[in-house]
């Protein structure tokens, strides 16, 4: 059975600093994709960034290029989402989400394998 289990959210003041994990297991394929999504308040889903199983190139929305960066460790089987400069604007549940295939570009929430609970982001203005 997959698992994704999201850490690391928490109540941050605007301009601040949080780093998001997301913690794999039971996960058999060779080729995949993570992806970070967030759900703001009375907002829809949206993508925030995802790289792949394949080294290849990470994807992130414009709303928070340059600020976010996103990092896998194989070796732990955990996907990083650091992120700096936080706005007001990036207060959200933030999801960690998976796809049994390597796909270009952030990937439509509905085409996901496999979830996380989520891990709420709190920016303080």
């Known amino acids: 059975e997959v698992q994704l289990v999201e850490s690391g959210g928490g109540l941050v003041q605007s301009g601040g600093s949080l780093r998001l994990s997301c913690a794999a297991s039971g996960f058999t394929a060779d080729d995949y994709t993570i992806g970070w999504f967030r759900q703001a308040p009375g907002k829809e889903r949206e993508g925030v960034s995802c790289?792949?199983?394949?080294?290849?190139?990470?994807f992130y929305a414009e709303s928070v290029k340059g600020r976010f960066t996103i990092s896998s460790d194989n070796a732990k089987n955990t996907v990083y989402l650091e992120m700096n400069s936080l706005k007001p604007a990036d207060t959200a549940v933030y999801y960690c989400?998976?796809?049994?295939?390597?796909?270009?570009?952030?990937?439509?929430?509905?085409?996901?394998?496999?979830w996380g609970k989520g891990t709420l982001v709190t920016v303080s203005s």
């Open positions: 989400a998976a796809i049994s295939d390597i796909v270009a570009g952030i990937p439509p929430d509905y085409v996901m394998d496999y």
């Open positions: 790289i792949s199983s394949n080294d290849g190139p990470t």
